[in-house]
């Protein structure tokens, strides 16, 4: 009874991890309203960069001598919900996106859009998060996953974040190309 | 009780040293991270820089140069000689036989500021000159120098308060070197017309430009079929924004010169008369906007004419699909305006796949991480400013930048 309570329960949290990467792929392209194709490139872009996170380190881990087990299933959820950011952010930028003012009118004096070009909100709304939040994403996402290794192998805070910075760093900016280039 | 109260203790002292080691680790991340950001947020925030340049004659013009971009042109010119000695060992001439095979070609005026540039950068007569030469020597010889660049010159299209435009990327298959040498000028010279121009540092002559009368100019790399003696491409850009106060002037001095290598060189004036000079070193053909009757005129890296198409040596799949991206943007629109033209400057659609997606160089903007656009420009001769955006254009701001001032970052 209480091993299949824990079965489900973790399909319950699979299920939730699942949304929230489908969800991370989903937004940017359905935004622009690409076809079916192109979207689920993008999901499966980030499945994959959550498949090879959940493989290469808990391997490497193994090698660590105080550590005995993979401990696999833990590993894949907790690096699942860390998408969270990453997601928040795709869906914030995609909103600004179609949102953002567009240039000003054709009419308007050089004064007026001096104006316009130093109005702070705007400058921090339009031009300036867009270009920060996926950084403080990815920051956010390498800090939570080194986080838990530490805690989940016992490993110190260092370690892990010398094995997990460049792994993650790697992924999101290798596997995006290898797929552009395929197509 | 006693064990308990031992075993609290021990639990709060490990939650301190956790959290301090916490703490100790999020500050030592902010300090690695942080100023990164910084740094990256300042290059994207500060407008970019603009070097004026003058002088009473164009040697003065060359020392004011060499001056001002001195630290630029002298990297640009250590990267370039390990290219030039490429280029000797595949050619098997040397750089003295290339420079006087194209010195005769070489307009007086280019000479003299490259001979002031030689005097105060630090870099020799010689190694200017053939960096001059760049575009039509270095493509040829080696295969990775390719070029992607779009451009539309909208005319009846364009909105009654703006007048006849156009609007282009800049990109390059050699990015890692191109984009670093990128400076805007606005040179004032003895004689002849004040420029806006967007090049790299070194070169005298614009790859993009606009001058004070109100004619702007643009260049596009065709890989044509025949090379040989004329003048450099960067060199005729120059002269034509210096005298031409029309497209009319600027077309009669592109077909009446022989150029060393095979352009597309795009035009509009403040009457919204636009054109396409077709060139090969032989041959030439002019588009002109009013036979063509489309309110609209493209150009991408291959000949489009009847009478200069067999003259392409090769039409890459980028090109021939950016060129339809093109057409497919621009020819169902009534009116193009300014918004149209940034969106389509920085649209990643790829026609193939009939998506926006970030590939490489079937978009307008291209986006991957060696052949990506470094540049985006929108000149707009009747209000007498364009609008530039310095690095990919999906990425970046257009800042607003006339004669007299920078306004920015505007969208």
Known sequence: MLKSKKIIDLNILYFFVLLILITTGLFPSIIIGNPLFIILIEIIKIILIWTCITLIIPFLMKYFPNVEEIKLREFSIYTGFSFLPIMISNIVISFLNFTKPLFPSDTISLNQLRDISENYYYQIIYLILPKILPIIAISIIIILITSFTKKLYGILMIQSLYIIAPIIILLFYIIPILISNLL | ?411
């Open chain 2, 1 to 411: 009780m006693r064990m308990r109260k031992r075993n609290i203790n021990k639990n709060k002292k490990n939650r301190d040293d956790i959290s301090a080691k916490a703490i100790i680790f999020y500050l030592i991340s902010g300090l690695i991270f942080f100023p990164f950001i910084g740094i990256w947020l300042y290059n994207r925030l500060t407008p970019p820089t603009i070097i004026d340049i003058k002088g009473d004659n164009f040697f003065q013009l060359g020392q004011d140069y060499g001056t001002k971009c001195k630290d630029k042109i002298n990297s640009v010119c250590s990267v370039l000689a390990g290219l030039t000695y490429l280029l000797e060992r595949t050619t098997k001439k040397t750089i003295k036989e290339y420079i006087n095979y194209y010195d005769p070609y070489v307009p007086g005026e280019i000479k003299d500021i490259i001979k002031g540039m030689a005097k105060t950068s630090g870099v020799s007569y010689e190694e200017l000159f053939i960096l001059n030469l760049f575009f039509d020597i270095y493509p040829d010889v080696f295969e990775g120098l390719s070029f992607f660049c779009s451009a539309f010159i909208i005319t009846e299209k364009a909105p009654n308060s703006v007048g006849g435009y156009f609007g282009r990327t800049v990109d390059s298959a050699s990015i890692v070197l191109m984009e670093d040498w990128q400076i805007i000028l606005r040179v004032h010279p003895p004689k002849g017309n004040d420029m806006i121009i967007q090049t790299g540092a070194g070169f005298v002559g614009p790859i993009t430009g606009l001058n004070s009368e109100g004619v702007s100019l643009l260049v596009n790399f065709v890989s044509g079929d025949v090379y040989g003696k004329g003048i450099p491409m960067l060199s005729s850009m120059f002269m034509t924004l210096l005298y031409s106060n029309s497209t009319k002037d600027a077309v009669n001095y592109l077909t009446s010169i022989r150029h060393a290598s095979s352009w597309n060189f795009g035009i509009i004036d403040k009457n919204s008369t636009g054109a396409i000079v077709e060139v090969t070193n032989e041959l030439n053909y002019t588009r002109w906007d009013y036979l063509e009757n489309n309110g609209w005129l493209g150009a991408t890296n291959h000949f489009i004419s009847e009478k200069m198409e067999s003259h392409n040596s090769y039409i890459s799949e980028s090109s021939e699909y950016r060129y339809k991206s093109l057409q497919k943007a621009i020819n169902d629109e009534n009116e193009f305006t300014l918004n149209d033209a940034i969106k389509l400057l920085r649209s990643s659609y790829d026609l193939k796949l009939n998506a926006t997606y970030k590939p490489g160089l079937r978009s307008i903007c291209n986006n991957d991480p060696l052949w990506s656009s470094m540049c985006a420009f929108i000149a707009i001769p009747k209000k007498n400013y364009v609008l530039i955006c310095i690095g990919n254009p999906n990425q970046n701001d257009f800042y607003l930048i006339s004669f007299n001032d920078i306004i920015g970052p505007l969208i």
